[in-house]
């Protein structure tokens, strides 16, 4: 991340109240945007090219519509280097009474409208689409970063297994290939096995973008149709985690020499 890049980019004021509203409600479109600015919409373009340029949002395609996104991990960044070593104890404590609060909040917010938001995530991979596709499809490589083999033929309306490594066979999460594109988009169902052939139950959906540069990839991951606010708290520890190992393995050619998820071990388990 290019600190000067993203300190420019969040000085101007309409940039602000763009990840303000993206922070508000996720995936708006460009019109949705300019609805509540007083810019017009080339101004508002510019400025989400900036963001996205900085890494503070990301966008995904979906169909004729391009959805963006808050992208928070370069702001967490500027926090960690640049405010909380120097506030840690103060800082700690009223970053615990907030998650808290929100977490009430979001709680209260789902079983009132049965809605939680959307999770997206972005990295950029030194690799080519290929590579990063066959890394997401291939189960003896999902094996190594993922610490699950993502099992399938990957045809549309197959079943799709992740399966535990250590010789079990058994799948903790099951669902259906519902898009494929190689080597650019796969959608899949991510669910609880035994709800596999249940009607009545609707799994979570995940959403891969690759999008090829000169030199790296831009990949997204997109989660949708989560059930509740603790599933959404406990993917948003887990795909940073999972896209951590990924990009190392294939710009290294191995993977974190600790699993980055068990630094959650303890939240994930609580």
Not at 36 to 60: F, M, N, Y
Not at 141 to 160: E, M
Not at 217 to 222: A, G, I, N, S, Y
Request: some cysteine; proline content about 5%; overall charge negative.
């Amino acid at each position: 991340m290019d600190e000067d890049t993203v300190f420019r980019a969040l000085a101007d004021p309409g940039r602000r109240r763009l990840l303000d509203m993206l922070y508000a409600r996720s995936g708006l479109t460009l019109g949705e945007l300019c609805e509540g600015l007083d810019l017009r919409r080339q101004s508002v373009s510019q400025h989400l090219d900036l963001l996205e340029s900085a890494g503070l949002v990301t966008s995904v395609r979906s169909g004729r519509r391009k959805l963006h996104y808050l992208n928070p991990v370069p702001i967490h960044e500027i926090q960690r280097r640049w405010i909380r070593k120097f506030e840690q104890p103060r800082l700690a404590a009223l970053e615990g009474i907030k998650q808290r609060a929100e977490e009430s909040a979001m709680s209260t917010s789902a079983t009132t409208t049965n809605t939680v938001p959307d999770y997206v995530y972005t990295t950029y991979i030194r690799a080519t689409a290929e590579q990063v596709w066959d890394a997401l499809t291939d189960a003896d490589l999902t094996a190594r970063f993922w610490g699950h083999a993502q099992v399938s033929d990957w045809q549309v309306g197959s079943r799709v297994d992740h399966v535990r490594t250590d010789g079990s066979g058994i799948p903790d999460v099951s669902g259906r290939v519902i898009e494929t594109d190689r080597p650019r988009r796969l959608v899949f169902g991510f669910g609880d096995p035994q709800f596999y052939d249940d009607p009545t139950r609707e799994p979570s959906e995940v959403a891969f973008d690759i999008e090829a540069g000169a030199d790296i990839v831009k990949l997204t991951v997109t989660h949708t149709k989560l059930s509740s606010a603790e599933e959404l708290d406990n993917i948003g520890l887990g795909w940073p985690a999972v896209f951590a190992n990924l990009k190392t393995l294939l710009e290294t050619g191995a993977v974190l020499p600790q699993a980055p998820w068990e630094f959650h071990a303890d939240r994930r388990g609580a």
